[in-house]
């Protein structure tokens, strides 16, 4: 019997489902389990060329609409994904393995949130008028044209809608290539965008691996590249999309620093800690993983964060109250795996977790360990899965220098009741999202998205709409237009 999480065909091409079975299969695993739930076929290059032709021809009508038109299919979509959200999170579950208790609050529904915001901006992108004397200079914001988007296993209805929603509401199109992990639930996407009213080929979805990836990026078709992924993939894709002169917006990894000072609230930095590295068992980008705590309340914060990890509930992802699922995949158990076996042999103190879970599926213990050095793997390196690294820290000037001391710049965090000494902490760490006594909060209204190594652009907010669109600029002379000879 066909699985429920089976989609109708492996791609969305031209407002429907498309098959070639002639593309290399690629099997969908679900996570808690093991089992194979579906199985969808890379894009061919037939089923490459077709996305692309019908995303050019869909863009040139999109573009003519107004704002008020396009950001009416927008909120429409939203309110579609609102009213399924329970049937679209245990897709994403199925997808990923996370928890439904978070896939219920996490992923549906900050992608409606996406298209609604983006939805109601539409209307409001315009230019500028700029008097000079009689002359006078108007912008107009323009589309880019055909955007792709490329996106990583950990949010794959959230990244889909991230990008998808400006793109379409600056009135360009999109091709979608979800990663090879998690193909499922960017298709409920684009069939979604359908049903609200878009025009076929606005937005289109095909699988594939890097390859795919790669001929879409190099296609000179394509306008803008907008990737969230590891960064070797950004340099990689950063390097193709720039031989092109394509626009891009890079969402990369992160190691953030979280700095707790001796006079936090304690339960409120834990939760921060725990939020910053657990949620989505660790397979965060924002994630805190270097929690720097103040050396006079270190052993108080270990023990009470042990004690309140002991407490989270592993187990079947469909139970509503499991809040921790397994690693996205295998490959990816092993390789957290092997980073907490790194940390056991660099000589880290583990506090709690340090393995695998004894039970079926690809659960990793959530982690944490302690006496955690600067030049240690574990303190350097993304791991993408639930370990925490805790360093000591005794001065603010010392802390902030060891904070700032990687090629990541994702985000960063600070818990004190000083707000002062948080201010002035926030404006030296150099990281692209910042918070406050919270960790990890990603709401469309702000901008999100790295410095330095971590990315370049921002995505949700007004940043967004800069990075989809284009102004030009048209000087009006008044009288007559006058030269040398
Ligand atoms: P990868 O970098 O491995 O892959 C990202 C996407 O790029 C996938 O769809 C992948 O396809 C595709 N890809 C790989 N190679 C190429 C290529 N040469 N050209 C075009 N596309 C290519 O990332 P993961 O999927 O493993 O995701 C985890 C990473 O994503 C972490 O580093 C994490 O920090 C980061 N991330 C960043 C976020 C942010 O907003 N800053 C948010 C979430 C995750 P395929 O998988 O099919 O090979």
């Not at 940390?343 to 982690?367: F, H, N, W």
Request: aromatic share 8%.
């Amino acid at each position: 019997m066909t699985h429920p999480a089976q989609p109708k065909a492996s791609h969305f091409i031209n407002g429907t489902y498309v098959e070639d079975t002639s593309g290399t299969p690629i099997p969908v695993i679900y996570a808690a389990t093991g089992e194979e739930i579906a199985t969808v076929y890379a894009a061919t290059p037939a089923i490459i060329e077709q996305a692309l032709t019908s995303a050019q021809a869909a863009q040139k009508e999109w573009a003519k609409k107004t704002g008020t038109e396009r950001g009416r299919v927008l909120r429409r979509a939203a309110e579609i994904m609102r009213e399924r959200n329970h049937e679209l999170s245990v897709l994403e579950t199925y997808d990923t393995g996370k928890p439904l208790q978070e896939t219920l609050v996490a992923d549906a529904t900050s992608g409606a949130d996406a298209l609604e915001y983006f939805g109601g901006l539409a209307a409001s992108l315009t230019g500028e008028h700029i008097p000079l004397g009689e002359d006078w200079v108007y912008t107009i914001r323009e589309p880019l044209g055909l955007c792709v988007g490329i996106g990583a296993w950990n949010y794959p209805t959230q990244i889909a809608c991230w990008k998808g929603a400006p793109a379409l509401a600056c009135g360009n199109s999109m091709v979608f290539k979800p990663s090879e992990t998690t193909p499922l639930c960017a298709l409920k996407v684009a069939e979604i965008l359908i049903e609200a009213g878009a025009p076929a080929g606005l937005y289109n979805v095909i699988q594939g691996m890097g390859e795919v990836g790669g001929a879409l990026v190099t296609d000179p078709r394509v306008d803008k590249v907008s990737l969230t992924g590891s960064v070797p993939t950004g340099k990689k894709v950063y390097a193709a999309a720039a031989s092109g002169m394509k626009h891009v917006t890079m969402e990369l990894g992160g190691k953030s620093p979280m700095i707790v000072f001796e006079d936090a609230d304690i339960e409120s930095a834990i939760s921060g800690a725990i939020n910053g590295n657990f949620y989505s068992s660790g397979q965060v980008c924002s994630n805190g993983t270097r929690v720097f705590v103040h050396k006079d309340i270190k052993e108080k914060f270990l023990a009470r964060l042990a004690e309140r990890t002991a407490t989270a509930k592993l187990g079947d992802p469909m139970d509503e109250e499991v809040n921790f699922g397994p690693m996205v995949t295998e490959n990816q158990m092993n390789i957290v795996l092997g980073y907490i076996e790194k940390g056991k042999s660099e000589g880290a103190r583990l506090i709690c977790g340090g393995g695998r879970a004894d039970m079926d599926g690809y659960y990793v213990q959530p982690t944490v360990f302690a006496d955690v050095t600067d030049d240690m793997v574990i303190a350097r390196e993304e791991i993408f899965g639930p370990v925490m690294c805790v360093l000591d820290f005794d001065s603010e000037e010392d802390v902030i220098a060891r904070a700032n001391d990687t090629e990541f710049g994702l985000s960063a965090g600070v818990f004190t009741k000083d707000f002062t000494r948080a201010h002035r902490v926030i404006g030296q760490l150099e990281a692209g999202s910042c918070f406050i006594n919270s960790y990890n909060d990603a709401p469309v209204e702000a901008p999100f998205g790295g410095v330095k190594a971590s990315g370049v652009g921002r995505e949700n907010s007004k940043e967004a709409i800069k990075h989809f669109s284009q102004v030009k600029s048209v000087y009006v002379r008044m009288g007559d237009c006058e030269a040398a000879f």
